[in-house]
């Protein structure tokens, strides 16, 4: 069964740092997409972050650019996002995905596969 794993969750202050990884089981991921999601109780999921297979290039959300970034290790085949200057709005369950294509893009419905998600909580 093709799983994606997510880790690095957990409770930071305001201000603080977290990086999340996401690492594939059962398959390779290395020639699609990948994207990082959230979902904040009561709200719908939305688009945090993408990156295209071999140029890195790379696309955010208004509300994380210049804060989070995501990066790649295709000899890994993990995806990692670095969230820093945390704040109590981006307290939220993330989830990672890949894409059947190439390209970064910030619509879920062209994310395939889909992690079970980890739970970052920014405190005051």
């Known amino acids: 069964q093709v799983q994606l794993v997510e880790s690095g969750g957990g409770l930071v202050q305001a201000g603080g740092s977290l990086r999340l990884s996401c690492a594939p089981s059962?398959?390779?991921?290395?020639?699609?997409?990948r994207g990082w999601f959230r979902q904040a109780p009561g709200k719908e999921r939305e688009f945090v972050a993408s990156?295209?297979?071999?140029?890195?290039?790379?696309i955010y959300a208004d509300s994380v650019k210049g804060r989070f970034t995501i990066s790649r290790d295709n000899a890994k085949n993990t995806v990692y996002l670095q969230m820093n200057n945390l704040n109590p709005e981006d307290t939220a369950t993330y989830y990672c995905?890949?894409?059947?294509?190439?390209?970064?893009?910030?619509?879920?419905?062209?994310?395939?596969?889909w992690g079970r998600g980890t739970q970052v909580t920014v405190s005051f």
């Open positions: 990156i295209n297979v071999n140029s890195g290039a790379t």
């Open positions: 995905a890949a894409t059947r294509g190439m390209v970064a893009t910030p619509r879920s419905y062209e994310y395939a596969y």
């Open positions: 059962g398959r390779s991921f290395s020639n699609y997409a």
